[in-house]
């Protein structure tokens, strides 16, 4: 896996790409293990913030990017301005936003989700990690879900061709294999 310590040690040595703060991106298809990741990371980094795709109201049906957006208006535009963010995440299984918390201009900020690493990302690093299919589907069914089996496959078909335009995984500075010990 990867050496999260020092990768953190690295990462806070890099100039910041969003006014104060250092965006590191992990992107990556559903299953792979993003989150996983990105919550090691964030530890190894003293509690530095994590902001998620799933923080945002992305339906199974749409575009990948559809958060993208809504993450640049409500979170980095303000850090990137040097101001705090103020967030309201998104909890898909109740269907509504929790309560609003503050964001602070943090040395860095984890952003974790598909499409956080894409071309338009104003990252410093960019992580991708991947799995094979059947390990990432299997993941996500457990997470989720049997009955979100169908639409899981239309939202990994989205994910592919989004991946494949934006080049995603050419620009990661990190290739991480989030299938170790699944396989």
Do not use: N, Q
């Not at 990768?7 to 792979?32: E, I, N």
């Not at 850090?79 to 963010?85: D, H, K, S, T, Y």
């Amino acid at each position: 896996m990867v050496d999260v310590r020092g990768l953190a040690a690295r990462l806070l040595r890099l100039p910041p790409s969003c006014g104060p703060v250092r965006v590191v991106a992990v992107d990556g298809p559903s299953g792979a293990g993003k989150s996983t990741l990105a919550d090691a990371l964030a530890e190894a980094l003293g509690g530095a913030p994590v902001v998620r795709s799933d923080d945002f109201r992305v339906p199974w049906d749409a575009d990948p990017l559809t958060w993208w957006e809504p993450l640049r208006v409500t979170v980095l535009d303000p850090l990137c301005a040097g101001r705090p963010a103020r967030l309201r995440r998104y909890d898909w299984r109740r269907d509504s936003y929790g309560v609003e918390e503050e964001i602070p201009p943090a040395p860095v900020l984890i952003v974790e989700g598909v499409g956080a690493a894409w071309r338009e990302s104003p990252a410093a690093y960019r992580i991708w990690i991947d799995a094979p299919r059947d390990v990432r589907r299997a993941r996500a069914l457990a997470r989720d879900g049997a009955e979100w089996a169908a639409a899981w496959d239309g939202w990994a078909a989205r994910e592919e061709r989004h991946f494949a335009a934006d080049r995603t995984r050419g620009r990661a500075d990190l290739t991480v294999d989030g299938g170790i010990g699944d396989h």
